[in-house]
């Protein structure tokens, strides 16, 4: 019964978080979309679907327009994180800061959680070079850490019916439902083993939830498979320049961060001033250079379709931009993730070397991703997982290969980098506040 009930709890989990998504998806179809074309401002391929290709270097929106939308998401996004501050301090965290403070025993209010989305998709919204998956993480821990009280509450009354042999009664679940447990409330698992598989059983719930309602409805996440392609012990010649790539792209991640940190302190409590200037360095670049702006989740469809009508110089521009834009975003107030615009930046400059290669361009993209995301996670195991989101199972190989090569190369902990990992095998990660 406590595994049924397990599995059900994930399922509000998993709708919370495709309302998150589609809600997202609506309001930047609402301003990016139906807006310029009601003015009649959206030129022919504005919007690339998921099967269309994306124009080449022209710009798809005017600078004034992007400088226009921008500017509202900036008095919006000041106002909320004044009203934030007065409300206790909501944050979006990058995921793995979200995750580990979850692991330490962090609680989320979740009574806020609709505070927490509401500051997640603002900047989603108004063209932050920043990806979902930090917003979505924060709103994901904040409705679990009503479903982790009502868990533990089940588990005892489940233990306590096992016990005295009897079925479990609609009350006592009802009275689970209503349980306020808090960090002093006692595990109610013998074991680690049994907290896992709880803990599975709901995550279970909520992966079946999330992606059967986008399946059946529309929503969720939408990224590109790239197409399939086999590799030789040859090909990993070419394996070389395309892990050079990524792995300078990760370096130079660091420094934008760095920079992008001293900047935002520089700003000091004037928010509105720090945010219309990222405003205006986002207008200048997205009409400048085509899929600079928002997560890359969607550009990255037209890109893989169509990657050779850019050109070198413009994916070379591409990549430049999502280094330099996304942690200008993070550190100065339009906040999000950083992993979606890795990704899209890893793939594109992995086809700009097939671009100066000839090598196999999926075999590119991987290596390069591969090695960009280790670099900047130093978890070359994650990194791969991540890509697989992206990349045909066949590549799970190089990627390793190449995630290994960028978690090891050292870089100056000075630019905030993560401590390189060890060739030995040791259990060495990020610390919580990298």
């Known amino acids: 019964m406590f595994a049924v009930l397990a599995v059900l709890l994930g399922v509000p989990i998993g709708v919370v978080a495709w309302l998150f998504m589609l809600v997202m998806q609506l309001a930047m179809h609402l301003v990016w979309g139906i807006v310029p074309q009601a003015l009649g401002v959206a030129t022919p391929g504005a919007e690339v679907s998921a099967e269309g290709v994306a124009a080449a270097a022209e710009p798809l929106l005017p600078f004034w327009f992007i400088l226009a939308v921008t500017i509202v998401g900036a008095v919006l996004l000041a106002a909320n994180e004044r009203r934030n501050e007065r409300r206790g301090g909501i944050k979006i965290v990058p995921i793995m800061q979200a995750i580990m403070q ?41 409705a679990a850490t009503r479903v982790g009280d009502t868990t533990k509450a089940l588990a005892v009354t489940c233990r306590a019916c096992v016990a005295e042999g009897r079925a479990i009664r609609r009350s006592e679940v009802r009275a689970a439902l209503r349980a306020d447990g808090g960090p002093g409330v006692p595990s109610p698992f013998a074991s680690r083993v049994q907290k896992r598989v709880a ?92 899929c600079v702006l928002f997560s890359g989740e969607t550009d990255l469809f037209g890109v893989v379709a169509g990657w050779q009508e850019f050109g070198l110089v413009t994916l070379l521009a591409m990549v430049m931009c999502r280094l330099a834009l996304a942690p200008l975003c993070i550190a100065c107030g339009w906040e999000g993730g950083q992993f979606f615009p890795l990704i899209f930046a890893g793939v594109v400059a992995g086809y700009a070397v097939a671009m100066l290669t000839g090598a196999d361009p999926t075999f590119c993209a ?40 960028g978690a090891v190369v050292p870089l100056p902990e000075a630019l905030g980098a993560a401590p390189a990992k060890r060739l030995a095998f040791g259990r060495r990660g990020m610390e919580p506040g990298e």
Not at 113 to 132: E, K, Q, R
Not at 243 to 267: E, H, I, P, Q, T
Not at 374 to 389: E, Q, S
């Open 366 to 405: 991987a290596c390069s991703s591969a090695a960009l995301l280790g670099t900047i996670m130093r978890r070359p195991l994650l990194a791969v997982a991540t890509m697989l989101l992206v990349m045909p199972l066949p590549m799970a190989v190089p990627m390793v290969l190449a995630g290994w090569v």
């Open 199 to 290: 803990y599975g059983l709901i995550a279970a719930g909520a992966t079946a939830a999330f992606f059967l309602l986008g399946h059946l409805v529309g929503g969720g996440l939408t990224l590109p498979r790239l197409p399939g392609a086999s590799w030789s012990v040859d090909l990993l010649l070419w394996a070389l320049p395309c892990v050079v790539a990524g792995v300078v792209c990760g370096m130079l991640f660091d420094v934008f961060s760095a920079g992008s940190a001293w900047l935002a302190k520089a700003f000091g409590r004037h928010i509105l001033v720090r945010n219309l200037a990222v405003a205006l360095v986002l207008s200048c670049a997205g009409a400048a250079i085509p």
């Open 102 to 142: 979850v692991k330490k025993g962090k609680r989320y209010d979740w009574r806020k959680t609709g505070d927490y989305a509401l500051t997640a998709l603002l900047p989603l919204t108004f063209g932050a070079a920043v990806g979902p998956e930090a917003g979505l993480t924060n709103v994901i821990s904040a």
